[in-house]
């Protein structure tokens, strides 16, 4: 599963791959709720863009890079095209980009602006860790 914190509203952020959701709760465990609830498989990675407001998470098992608003609302999927397995993921927000990699049959390292477009790989035939 994977973590991440709002610093901006002191929440946390993390995924449950056993019960396929991704919820949020304050780190006095207080006001827990899930947020994404329905279309998860293997949500691996995730992050928090605390200035824009935005959740996002790569889905090993359906092979998406996805977003939401951090309440859930607003969901939609940037990237599945020739994705295999994407794992881990992290927000670059001062250069707007969302890096991640996939550990399918070809390890690769990618990154796209925050929208899913200009797509580009930045790691690749390096094989598995």
Same mark, same amino acid.
């Given at each position: ?7 901006? *509203? ?26 994404? $609830?329905?279309g ?15 959740l996002?998470?790569? *889905? ?5 890079? $996805?977003v ?12 599945w ?10 927000? *670059? ?21 925050? *929208? ?14």
């Amino acid at each position: 599963s994977a973590l991440d914190y709002d610093r901006l *509203d002191g929440r946390i952020y993390w995924s449950d791959m056993e019960l396929k959701t991704i919820s949020r709760a304050f780190l006095n465990g207080s006001a827990l709720e899930v947020v994404v $609830e329905f279309g998860l498989d293997y949500p691996r990675g995730l992050a928090v863009d605390w200035m824009a407001g935005n959740l996002y998470w790569a *889905d090993a098992g359906t092979g998406r890079v $996805e977003v939401a608003r951090l309440d859930g609302s607003s969901r939609r999927v940037l990237v599945w095209r020739e994705l295999d397995s994407p794992e881990c993921l992290v927000v *670059d927000t001062k250069g707007e980009k969302i890096v991640w990699s996939s550990w399918g049959q070809e390890p690769v390292i990618e990154r796209a602006a925050m *929208d899913g477009s200009m797509r580009e790989v930045l790691v690749q035939g390096v094989g598995r860790s």
